[in-house]
């Protein structure tokens, strides 16, 4: 483990992070930069919400988190230790580190092993690293499946016939005891009944266990209601940073403002009209000069096209990418 150390009031601190994969079209080489300049922090027991349209980055943001990936540049803290520096060429063995960072991924029943029983799906973390016998698979798998509020004959099932995924999935990155949690898309495949079910299990658990969590989802509405901060990404970019509280009222960003325009619910006023984002994001294979949103931004000005503005702080835990707030442009 590394010894170079912050002052621990982040869990996790990304500074600057890229993640670029090779393509090749048949005529050149390119880079497609799925994760351009992505900057947070998440305190202990509390959670990040990393929110954005599909296609900005946000799952490979958290693969690359948990070096699932391996980063372009840029540099991840966790705990205190520096896991990963591009600048300083750190690149630090993520094996003692796996019993502490955990994800749930978007479809986990598609990773689960067919022919293996939920029992041996929840439990094998446990026997890999040598925490239970085999002889204690049964108490185990009960315990962790009482846990997601799902009943012990649970554990006889497999995965082809039930329901209950994601639960499953909780209970098997839960059951190592880790301290950060990265749930990509948790509740995007669910009706709403159920993704408030388990938006509710989720905040019990972390309440319960003071777990950190990174929620990776492209519903700011959902966001708003379970997360302290939320982070907002566009084309492999975060552009603003504020906590979730503030979100509606204090949310300055045109692409922030534009997400919360189009939220659609039972209790809006219908005498508005649904704002909506114009045009597509680019591609990521060939990402503009300047401000990755200008292309659809109503705001945008010569400086937008000239130079990609910096994440900078506006106010308390306020920051935002935008040159309509540089400071020395007041």
């Given at each position: 483990?590394?010894?170079?150390?912050?002052?621990?009031?982040?869990?996790?601190?990304?500074?600057?992070?890229?993640?670029?994969?090779?393509?090749?079209?048949?005529?050149?080489?390119?880079?497609?930069?799925?994760?351009?300049?992505?900057?947070?922090?998440?305190?202990?027991?509390?959670?990040?919400?990393?929110?954005?349209?599909?296609?900005?980055?946000?799952?490979?943001?958290?693969?690359?988190?948990?070096?699932?990936?391996?980063?372009?540049?840029?540099?991840i803290e966790f705990d205190g230790n520096v896991l990963f520096d591009s600048e300083k060429k750190i690149d630090v063995n993520m094996h003692p580190y796996r019993k502490q960072m955990q994800m749930?991924?978007?479809?986990?029943?598609?990773?689960?092993?067919?022919?293996?029983?939920?029992?041996?799906?929840?439990?094998?973390?446990?026997?890999?690293?040598?925490?239970?016998?085999?002889?204690?698979?049964?108490?185990?798998?009960?315990?962790?499946?009482?846990?997601?509020?799902?009943?012990?004959?649970?554990?006889?099932?497999?995965?082809?016939?039930?329901?209950?995924?994601?639960?499953?999935?909780?209970?098997?990155?839960?059951?190592?005891?880790?301290?950060?949690?990265?749930?990509?898309?948790?509740?995007?495949?669910?009706?709403?009944?159920?993704?408030?079910?388990?938006?509710?299990?989720?905040?019990?658990?972390?309440?319960?266990?003071?777990?950190?969590?990174?929620?990776?989802?492209?519903?700011?509405?959902?966001?708003?209601?379970?997360?302290?901060?939320?982070?907002?990404?566009?084309?492999g970019n975060v552009v603003e940073v504020l906590p979730a509280k503030n979100l509606s009222e204090h949310a300055v960003h045109p692409y922030t403002r534009a997400l919360i325009g189009s939220i659609?619910?039972?209790?809006?006023?219908?005498?508005?009209?649904?704002?909506?984002?114009?045009?597509?994001?680019?591609?990521p294979l060939d990402v503009p000069a300047g401000c990755p949103f200008r292309g659809r931004c109503p705001k945008a000005t010569e400086k937008c096209a000239a130079e990609k503005p910096k994440l900078?702080?506006?106010?308390?835990?306020?920051?935002?990418?935008?040159?309509?707030?540089?400071?020395?442009?007041?």
């Amino acid at each position: 483990m590394s010894n170079e150390t912050n002052n621990n009031e982040y869990l996790l601190k990304v500074d600057h992070l890229k993640q670029y994969f090779p393509v090749h079209d048949g005529f050149k080489k390119m880079e497609l930069k799925a994760v351009d300049d992505v900057s947070f922090a998440i305190k202990p027991g509390e959670t990040l919400g990393l929110v954005g349209e599909s296609g900005c980055g946000k799952t490979t943001v958290g693969r690359t988190l948990l070096r699932l990936y391996q980063p372009t540049a840029g540099r991840i803290e966790f705990d205190g230790n520096v896991l990963f520096d591009s600048e300083k060429k750190i690149d630090v063995n993520m094996h003692p580190y796996r019993k502490q960072m955990q994800m749930v991924f978007q479809d986990p029943t598609s990773s689960f092993n067919p022919k293996m029983k939920i029992r041996d799906i929840v439990c094998e973390p446990l026997m890999n690293f040598n925490r239970i016998r085999k002889s204690e698979k049964d108490a185990a798998c009960r315990r962790l499946l009482e846990m997601v509020e799902l009943p012990g004959d649970f554990a006889d099932r497999y995965p082809h016939n039930m329901s209950g995924g994601q639960r499953v999935a909780i209970a098997r990155a839960l059951a190592l005891e880790p301290e950060i949690l990265i749930l990509d898309e948790a509740t995007s495949a669910l009706d709403v009944s159920v993704q408030q079910t388990i938006i509710e299990l989720i905040v019990k658990l972390q309440k319960e266990k003071n777990i950190t969590i990174g929620f990776i989802c492209h519903d700011i509405s959902l966001i708003q209601s379970c997360a302290h901060e939320v982070a907002v990404m566009y084309l492999g970019n975060v552009v603003e940073v504020l906590p979730a509280k503030n979100l509606s009222e204090h949310a300055v960003h045109p692409y922030t403002r534009a997400l919360i325009g189009s939220i659609f619910d039972i209790g809006m006023d219908f005498g508005k009209p649904i704002e909506e984002i114009k045009g597509e994001a680019p591609s990521p294979l060939d990402v503009p000069a300047g401000c990755p949103f200008r292309g659809r931004c109503p705001k945008a000005t010569e400086k937008c096209a000239a130079e990609k503005p910096k994440l900078h702080q506006i106010g308390a835990d306020h920051e935002v990418a935008c040159h309509l707030f540089d400071k020395e442009d007041k």
